[in-house]
């Protein structure tokens, strides 16, 4: 069982940037960032593969988001610029041993789950 730890949550201004990371203590083959606010399903944020040239990211943050992958340090990382008042949220990392069929960004394909590190925009 891999485990995933995020770090880099905190607060910012709309407008502001904040950098993510989430470290794994194995190999996956696909990682992603979730993210859920109260009162709201939790969203596919972002998802990259490990040769890092399969990145898909949702509508809400296409443009602003950028995810990225240290294979050296087994690190994934979610770059967010331009941040809302509407991304404040928990976002959780996520991974998954093997190629998984499916939608990239649904919560269901993956087994490796983080314990989540809050953002928080302020307007």
């Known amino acids: 069982q891999v485990q995933l730890v995020e770090s880099g949550g905190g607060s910012a201004q709309a407008g502001g940037s904040l950098r993510l990371s989430c470290a794994a203590s194995g190999y996956t083959s696909r990682m992603a960032w979730f993210r859920q606010s109260p009162g709201k399903e939790r969203e596919g944020v972002a998802s990259i593969n490990t040769g890092g040239d399969s990145a898909y990211y949702a509508d809400s943050v296409k443009g602003r988001f950028s995810i990225s992958k240290d294979n050296a340090r087994n690190t994934a990382f979610l770059q967010m610029n331009s941040l809302k008042p509407e991304d404040t949220a928990m976002y959780y990392c996520?991974?998954?041993?093997?190629?998984?069929?499916?939608?990239?960004?649904?919560?269901?394909?993956?087994?490796?789950w983080g314990q989540g590190t809050q953002v928080t925009v302020s307007a």
């Open positions: 996520a991974g998954r041993p093997t190629w998984v069929a499916g939608s990239p960004l649904r919560a269901q394909g993956y087994s490796y």
